[in-house]
């Protein structure tokens, strides 16, 4: 009997584990050893939900994990946790591994999976890794902000005098930032948003962003734009006193760094692997690394190729990686599956503002060398004589010519955001704005308006197309 092949994964989350799992279902272990490699101490557990564990809507940590360590071996997966990969060496099947203790040891592949994820963004600026500032990458992070958080607002509802409330400094204004910033608020910190961006979420056109500013100063958060920073102060005892910029001073009892993320892919990068314009791992459709049979790649530290225009793109999001690694352990498995690519959807939320985008934004369609018109509307979220109706802005652009749909952006209330999954589903079709205007969609006036709001705004981009010949 011909020993087990081996696959060894590189990476304990979503996208490793995912490949993990469905290798395992489609073949047992006398067929393929299966060995995954995890630097921290946990595995297959929802970053994207350490927020609304700061929050408070999640209780307890264990609620964000899918499935522990233990739960993988017990499913026939070695799971080795506090080991981390040091080197791959391509040319002779293996990696080599560090474990807590120091002991460094190469392990042999017949099929390597990377799945190492993102670095946060962390500038080399003075005081950066003082006491009190916190980023939020994984449930250590999540864990000892909460720590933080309940020694300096033990009144976790927020309901004390706003005068006497802790102060919180966060430092980026993308998803992480603004779900941070909610968090903090709910916690009953005083809050301000400091980024060097003109507008907050650069995910959105600068006037969409403008909207979500203008709601989040109504909620009571200052947001401080255009303005990087430069310092953050300590006091004697070294620990955080306030962030500095160019032009002020922001006291603080606690930093949290939502600056965003860049590919995991040093090793990859000195075992002489391709990478693309922003640094992630280059795949074909099948996530196996261009040029490199054995070797495959999914997740926060890949690229992906976008639909609308042919350009890779790093886009790391839970959705994308769970996807990535069910189509890498299908083909490791003998099976046949591709990744079709992105339209950039993403949603998220402040307090009750939901922002939401699909395909592209202007200066996307630009650098794509699309000809395009952009109408924005505002809507409501229901009926406009049925109680409870919420404003809602919507930005569309339209190919010129075509009328074909390239993009959508929608900030609002009450269901907002998840309309934006219409718009992702015409993106993927291919639809005109004219064809969108026509969907059959679900009307009665508890729930939207006669036209919804993404008709609205297809129906002013279609008269914009005629309008531009």
Not at 381 to 405: D, I
């Amino acid at each position: 009997m011909s020993a087990a092949r081996r696959m060894v994964v590189v990476g304990g989350d979503a996208a490793g584990m995912s490949a993990a799992a469905q290798a395992r279902r489609l073949l047992s272990a006398d067929e393929l050893e299966i060995i995954a490699f995890e630097r921290g101490d946990h595995t297959s557990y929802s970053a994207c939900g350490i927020p609304y564990w700061v929050a408070g809507d999640v209780e307890e940590r264990e609620q964000l994990v899918a499935r522990s360590p233990e739960e993988h071996r017990r499913r026939g997966v070695d799971v080795r946790t506090r080991t981390e990969v040091i080197a791959l060496d391509p040319d002779d099947n293996r990696v080599r591994t560090r474990d807590s203790s120091g002991a460094e040891e190469w392990h042999a592949y017949d099929d390597l999976v990377l799945a190492t994820g993102a670095t946060p963004l962390r500038p080399p600026i003075p005081g950066i890794d003082a006491e009190g500032v916190h980023g939020v990458q994984d449930l250590t992070d999540g864990e000892a902000l909460r720590d933080a958080i309940a020694r300096l607002a033990p009144d976790a509802a927020g309901d004390g005098d706003p005068a006497s409330s802790p102060l919180a400094v966060v430092v980026g204004a993308g998803y992480i930032g603004i779900e941070m910033a909610e968090a903090l608020v709910r916690r009953g910190f005083r809050v301000t948003l400091v980024d060097r961006a003109p507008e907050p979420m650069t995910t959105l056109d600068p006037d969409m962003g403008a909207l979500v500013r203008e709601a989040m100063n109504g909620m009571g958060i200052e947001t401080v734009m255009g303005q990087a920073v430069t310092e953050i102060e300590t006091g004697d005892d070294g620990a955080v006193r306030a962030v500095r910029t160019a032009t002020g001073r922001h006291p603080a009892d606690l930093v949290v760094l939502g600056l965003g993320t860049s590919p995991r892919t040093a090793l990859a990068e000195e075992a002489g692997l391709p990478l693309g314009a922003s640094g992630g791992l280059l795949t074909d459709r099948a996530m196996q690394v261009r040029g490199h049979r054995h070797i495959w790649a999914g997740g926060d530290c890949v690229e992906v190729e976008h639909r609308l225009t042919g350009m890779t793109r790093h886009v790391p999001l839970g959705t994308h990686a769970n996807k990535h690694g069910q189509i890498i352990g299908s083909n490791i498995a003998g099976d046949y599956a591709t990744f079709p690519g992105v339209v950039g959807t993403a949603v998220s939320k402040v307090c009750e503002l939901e922002i939401a985008r699909s395909g592209l934004l202007e200066a996307e369609a630009t650098e794509a060398g699309l000809q395009y018109v952009a109408v924005t509307v505002e809507a409501t979220s229901r009926a406009g004589y049925y109680p409870g109706a919420q404003p809602m802005h919507v930005k569309m652009l339209a190919e010129r010519r075509t009328g074909r749909l390239l993009g959508a952006q929608i900030v609002g209330r009450e269901v907002a955001a998840k309309r934006v999954d219409v718009v992702a589903a015409a993106l993927t079709a291919g639809m005109t704005v004219t064809d969108v205007v026509m969907l059959d969609l679900g009307y009665a006036p508890p729930f939207s308006p006669t036209y919804d709001p993404v008709q609205v705004a297809a129906r002013k981009a279609a008269a914009a197309v005629r309008a531009a010949g």
